[in-house]
């Protein structure tokens, strides 16, 4: 007898909820955003990139003497907007994302191997010293 003493309340319930939900208008063109970040840059080689806020415009001595030096130690080089960045590493698919602090400096990176931030520009010989460092810490460079 017990059981059937809960049926109507079942009922009641069930009466009071709606049948059906109700539309949902749909978004209005002015509340409609599109944001789309740039493409990654892939890194298929050791790569040297100089992070800068303005990629039109690099600073051509010091891009010039970090391209020697990158180009010296068998690293590519590529000037790259630091906003908003991220890298492809295309060896293993991991993407690498910067610190929202850093507007300008080197990131260096072998596939397969996680990247070196460099924080600001420095001297040619103290990247050449960081790179060589990077890639005995890295082993040889050889294609897998």
Do not use: C
Not at 23 to 40: H, K, L, N, V, Y
Not at 41 to 53: E, I, N
Not at 96 to 115: E, H, K, M, T
């Amino acid at each position: 007898m017990r059981s059937l003493a809960a049926i109507p309340a079942l009922v009641t319930i069930a009466m009071l909820a709606p049948a059906s939900a109700l539309p949902q208008r749909p978004p209005g063109i002015d509340s409609t955003r599109i944001i789309s970040a740039p493409p990654g840059v892939q890194v298929r080689q050791p790569t040297v990139l100089m992070l800068t806020d303005n990629t039109l415009f690099p600073d051509s001595g010091r891009s010039a003497s970090a391209r020697d030096v990158a180009g010296s130690l068998g690293f590519t080089f590529k000037a790259v907007s630091s906003e908003h960045l991220q890298v492809v590493d295309s060896r293993y698919h991991a993407v690498y994302s910067l610190p929202s602090d850093v507007a300008s400096g080197y990131l260096i990176i072998i596939p397969g191997r996680r990247p070196d931030l460099v924080r600001g520009y420095v001297e040619p010989d103290s990247l050449r010293r960081r790179i060589v460092r990077y890639r005995q810490l890295a082993g040889p460079l050889v294609s897998r």
